[in-house]
């Protein structure tokens, strides 16, 4: 509770240090420490918290455990490390900058009710202030016409999938009377009843579309390859990483008990999407484009924390969510460094700024999943949930077949920056402090690789 | 602890390497003189009493340790490896390359890999070394490699990481049929392999199987090898064919047939066809080769299907058989490709047919032409001949009901075998002379010095091969 306050608070102080304040330097300088201010309310809330012991608000709307604090913890971590990494380039999209970073915190506030919601209203409320600070950062960079393209497509689609959401929320009450996730009793029915069945279709449908997942994409490659650079980058990581949070929670807690019923279409649209993104990715010049394909790819493996119903799943999709939100930021990071941003535009990086080949090449492993990096004991923890699961080996064998595909398209970028030649065109002077940063940030990969049980503390 | 030293020698003086500079060359090789000490020391340690496994806690979540140990095979192949990379890196002194601390740095990384896979005691500590060992290798072929190499190596890269995914899958399933507690140890991967219904046997059989089989590489899973060896530059390719294929045949003694005895027993002639298929394929293959260092690779598939085969017969003969080939097939290769380098840069090309009267210019780089090729094409008293001999008795010994055909295709390989290797000394080394190239330079030092080493351990080992059936024995 004291996380979702002090975010809140602290989004409105950013507001009006961006009107009082007009150097940008400044208000990132005051981001940056309300930031970290935000994360030391998290530990806090993290180190008073006792393990097994719920905290309830509001009659049981709010439910929020060690496990959800430990979530909120990282996903501000993460913020605090995309700040940054990527704090200059986010100043310089616009100029009303304040505006930027108030909204992230706004976003904060939306990641953490849904990591904690009890109540499907909750989690309503949790998904459109994570989505509609989105839409705005997406047409943030107003003079670029893609971008204005970007916001609307985003917001059309965020509208119409929000409408399915609604629906299937409607339906859901229409069928056992309950909002509250932790009460629906689908096991005292005899048949499962046609109106909660279509309701879980529709919140399937509809969280597939904030997670992006086939067949329900298409928004997110123009989005992503629309918006101003930075914001892409968290868009496709703690945004995405939130997202899940929110599906895993109300499917695991609320429809567990009638998994029979909705994990094989879950199952083949977990297929579904990571042949699309993968098969899709392999065909992009632009290397922003193909992350966005690849943050399809990802939702893919990260669905499969939501398919199968385990203690596993939710370790899992923490190690994943951290795992590809650090990667990905960092390859966003190295992206920003550079002019072009075709494969082409990494011709011979590792000529010119060795170090900047070297993390990236950190990342690239990661994403593919090659042992030693964070990315690798992701897919491993997901794979083995998915495999507890009993019926889904067909789902992993495919996965992996796909993992496969995805070496190929992660791979271009280590070819152009190792074994091409070219001159690659620098946006400017890389300083120590990015340096530090962007090392800081392999570190925190390959440590991760290492002991991924850093990531699961007893007693969450 | 002395295990430990295996890893690490390589590991950290090949992150020094990286820093090294010019001297990195130097620090490569030392970093290779200590490992081979330490191994002969394990590998004599090992003739005595049992080398003390090491155990240290990981990933307790998943179930997985840091645990190494050593018995007779993986003593022996740490000593083949120590000895191997000794070579290589004695190999191509003088000559310059672009960025030689990366180079050597990463050649020592894929060492380290190498040891690792061989002592590893925990499935997903296997998994990492594995893993270790490609991807420097990946980025030795990419780098240093030939023309084409770029697209070659990711050919390789992709097909192996696909095998790498599949065993992991494979190893998965099985670490979650255990209790959970240090669910991914040799012992309790066995014990839940073991205790499968036959049905998933199937599943993790080919599963594991196919990661192998593209690793050594069996036919049909060998279409990224000649390419490969082609391309890699031949240090490199040293290291893929006398070690990295080993691997594959390692991993299926250790960790495909005592896991799942029944899916072996069930799948065994279905994999012997296969890789009797590759011998007479590769060797037919290799026949109508003009290109010296794609005739080797050819004949490294068929010798590669021989001991496969040799591996499913499941007679105790063909698998001491087997170590005893595995250490002296590294030996051959290794000695082949120093002698195809030498041919290469003194005649400027890899085509056989523009080369000749090697024995006139060069008599020395002949004779040990000659001496490698019989030993590769298993003559008595070269180290070839007993391993094979095992090996062809074993197959012939086993309980398939094909066995009598098996041998006699098999035998058809080594005649084939003999034709090809021999029709190339004879094309390399009298006739005419082709090339063009009047004057033959000798061996240099250090060519020598590698030459030697190998000429000696395979009359040594021909003549007299008990140290290494008695190593290889030990459980």
New interface residues.
């Given amino acids: 509770m004291k996380a979702i306050i002090a975010a809140t608070v602290l989004g409105i102080i950013m507001m009006y240090a961006g009107f009082m304040v007009k150097e940008k330097k400044t208000i990132l300088s005051i981001a940056t420490l309300l930031f970290v201010l935000l994360l030391g309310v998290n530990v806090w809330e993290l180190m008073t918290a006792k393990a097994g012991v719920v905290e309830t608000l509001f009659h049981y709307q709010l439910v929020i455990s060690p496990f959800s604090i430990w979530f909120n913890t990282l996903m501000t971590a993460g913020t605090l490390l995309y700040v940054l990494l990527m704090g200059n380039d986010i100043i310089n999209v616009g100029k009303n900058v304040g505006e930027y970073f108030a909204l992230f915190f706004f976003i904060l506030v939306g990641v953490y009710l849904l990591s904690s919601f009890n109540n499907m209203l909750i989690m309503f409320i949790g998904i459109e202030i994570l989505s509609i600070p989105q839409y705005i950062l997406a047409g943030s960079d107003k003079r670029n016409l893609k971008s204005s393209e970007a916001s609307l497509k985003y917001f059309l689609m965020g509208a119409f999938s929000t409408g399915i959401l609604l629906m299937g929320i409607t339906l859901i009450y229409g069928a056992t009377g309950e909002f509250n996730i932790s009460s629906f009793s689908f096991i005292q029915m005899q048949h499962i009843n046609p109106l909660a069945l279509t309701g879980l279709l529709f919140l399937i449908i509809s969280f597939s579309f904030k997670v992006s997942a086939a067949p329900m994409h298409f928004w997110t490659p123009d989005v992503y390859d629309g918006s101003p650079t930075p914001f892409t980058a968290f868009m496709a990581t703690i945004g995405k990483a939130a997202a899940f949070m929110g599906f895993l929670r109300l499917f695991h807690t609320s429809f567990a008990s009638i998994s029979g019923s909705w994990t094989m279409v879950l199952a083949i649209i977990t297929a579904a999407t990571l042949f699309v993104g993968n098969i899709t990715a392999v065909f992009q010049q632009s290397v922003k484009r193909m992350l966005a394909y690849s943050s399809i790819a990802q939702a893919g493996f990260m669905l499969f924390a939501v398919v199968s119903v385990s203690a596993m799943a939710w370790?899992g999709l923490i190690v994943y969510a951290v795992a590809y939100t650090i990667a990905t930021l960092g390859m966003f990071a190295v992206l920003l460094k550079l002019k072009d941003y075709t494969f082409d535009g990494f011709n011979g990086l590792a000529k010119k700024e060795p170090f900047l080949a070297f993390v990236a090449t950190i990342f690239v492993?990661s994403l593919t999943?090659?042992?030693?990096t964070a990315g690798f004991m992701a897919k491993?923890?997901m794979?083995?949930a998915a495999?507890?699961q009993g019926n889904l080996?067909w789902l992993?064998?495919f996965a992996?077949?796909m993992?496969?595909v995805s070496?190929?398209y992660y791979?271009r970028v280590i070819?152009a920056m190792?074994?091409?030649q070219g001159d690659t065109e620098m946006t400017g002077e890389i300083c120590i402090t990015d340096k530090i940063l962007l090392g800081f940030t392999a570190l925190l990969v390959l440590l991760i690789g290492i002991?991924?049980?850093i990531l699961?503390p007893k007693g969450i | 602890m002395i295990l430990l030293l295996l890893i690490l020698i390589p590991f950290l003086l090949g992150i020094f390497s990286f820093m090294a500079k010019d001297a990195a060359k130097n620090v490569a090789l030392f970093g290779s003189l200590c490992s081979l000490a330490v191994s002969i020391y394990v590998a004599d340690f090992c003739g005595k009493e049992q080398v003390a496994p090491i155990s240290f806690p990981?990933?307790?979540?998943?179930g997985a340790q840091f645990s190494l140990a050593a018995d007779g095979m993986a003593a022996m192949l740490c000593l083949l490896t120590g000895i191997i990379f000794l070579v290589v890196l004695l190999l191509n002194r003088n000559k310059a390359i672009e960025n030689p601390a990366s180079y050597y740095g990463l050649i020592l990384l894929s060492q380290t890999g190498l040891m690792g896979v061989f002592l590893a005691a925990d499935a997903l500590l296997f998994?990492?070394f594995w893993?270790?060992a490609l991807?420097p290798v990946y980025?030795l072929c990419?780098?240093w490699g030939g023309e084409r190499?770029?697209a070659v190596t990711?050919k390789f890269?992709?097909y192996t990481?696909?095998g790498s995914?599949?065993m992991?899958?494979a190893l998965?399933?099985l670490s979650?049929q255990t209790n959970g507690v240090n669910s991914m140890s040799w012992q309790n991967i066995i014990a839940a392999g073991k205790a499968l219904p036959l049905v998933q046997q199937h599943?993790i059989f080919w599963?594991l199987f196919v990661a192998f089989a593209i690793k050594m590489p069996i036919f049909p899973f060998h279409t990224w090898q000649p390419d490969a060896y082609e391309q890699a530059p031949t240090q490199v390719t040293i290291i893929l064919s006398a070690l990295m294929v080993k691997m594959g045949i390692y991993a299926v003694l250790r960790w495909l047939i005592p896991v799942l005895p029944e899916a072996t027993a069930y799948w065994a002639n279905t994999i012997m066809t296969l890789s009797i298929i590759g011998i007479i394929y590769a060797s037919l293959i290799a026949m109508v080769q003009t290109n010296v260092k794609r005739l080797v690779a050819y004949s490294s598939i068929a010798h590669m299907g021989l001991m496969c085969a040799a591996a499913f017969s499941g007679t105790e003969l063909s698998n001491h058989g087997l170590m005893v080939q595995m250490f002296n097939h590294g030996i051959n290769i290794t000695g082949m490709w120093l002698i195809v380098n030498m041919v290469e840069q003194r005649y400027g090309t890899q085509d056989f047919k523009k080369m000749g009267g090697l024995a006139s210019t060069a008599p020395g780089i002949a004779i040990a032409l000659v001496i490698i090729s019989f030993a590769n094409i298993a003559l008595p008293l070269t180290n070839g001949f007993i391993g094979e001999f095992m090996l062809f008795s074993g197959i012939f010994q086993s309980a398939s009901q094909y066995h009598i055909t098996f041998m006699a295709v098999a035998a058809l390989g080594i005649i084939l075998g003999a034709v090809y290797t021999l029709s190339m000394v004879q094309k390399v080394a009298y006739g005419e002379n082709n090339s063009g190239v009047v004057s033959v330079a000798p061996m240099s030092s250090t060519e020598l010095l590698a030459v030697c080493v190998l000429l000696a351990l395979i009359i040594a080992l021909g003549v007299f091969p008990q140290p290494l059936l008695d190593l290889v024995l030990i459980k």
């Fill in positions: 370790q492993f999943g090659i042992p030693l491993y923890m794979l083995q495999m507890t080996m992993v064998i992996l077949l993992a496969a070496a190929y791979f070819i190792y074994f091409k002991a991924p049980q699961l | 990981w990933m307790p979540a998943i998994y990492f893993e270790l991807v980025f990419s780098r190499r770029i990711f890269f992709v990481f696909l995914l599949m992991l899958a998965i399933y979650l599943i599963l």
